[in-house]
């Protein structure tokens, strides 16, 4: 195994499938491979909340790390798809951190978010709660578009990487990209 880091979605399969015990050194290793990576897309997530949050990017990292290892039924696809399972995870336990918060102080600490490129995501300050039910409603409207959102804005993810994942093309997702960040900048505006 400490030769084919290339074949690191056979290896995720492998670890994923139910059967039998896997040695702990497969997991070791994958998550020695795919730290950095987790790292990064972690680091992204981490960036949009506000300085003082509770959890740090590594705890975050680690804490995907684990809510990945109990996906049993999961058929990886690649690194990529992978990288965008462990984002919307990330997504989940930071809306679920911050839903945690606004119930015990029932006064939310607003983080500042943008859609990249430096375009505001709404002309007033927005939690991370409200830019996700945003998504949520979005998701309705449009699925795909949705995941190009999730995997671009809380990810980090670059539009190679999110069209790999989603198995569409470059311009495809530059197209949903462009779609949802003005559907999206209306809704806020207009919350």
């Given at each position: 195994?400490?030769?084919?880091?290339?074949?690191?979605?056979?290896w995720l399969n492998a670890l994923a499938s139910g059967d039998g015990p896997h040695p702990p050194e497969i997991g070791n290793a994958l998550f020695a491979w795919l730290y950095d990576d987790l790292y990064r897309?972690?680091?992204n997530h981490m960036r949009k909340e506000h300085p003082g949050h509770t959890l740090s990017t590594t705890a975050l990292t680690h804490e995907s790390w684990f809510r990945m290892n109990e996906q049993t039924?999961?058929?990886?696809a690649?690194?990529?798809h992978?990288?965008?399972v462990?984002?919307?995870i990330m997504r989940r336990i930071l809306v679920h951190h911050a839903a945690a918060k606004r119930a015990d102080k029932r006064d939310v600490i607003l983080a500042p978010l943008t859609l990249a490129e430096n375009l505001p995501l709404a002309s007033q300050e927005q939690d991370v709660v409200a830019v996700h039910e945003a998504l949520l409603a979005f998701e309705a409207v449009d699925a795909r578009a949705?995941?190009?959102v999730e995997l671009k804005f809380f990810g980090g993810m670059e539009n190679s990487e999110i069209a790999e994942a989603l198995d569409i093309s470059v311009a495809t997702v530059k197209r949903e990209w462009n779609l949802a960040r003005a559907w999206l900048l209306r809704e806020l505006s207009n919350g």
């Open positions: 195994m400490q030769d084919r880091p290339q074949d690191i979605t056979h897309v972690a680091r039924r999961t058929q990886w690649s690194r990529s992978f990288l965008a462990a984002s919307t949705a995941r190009v």
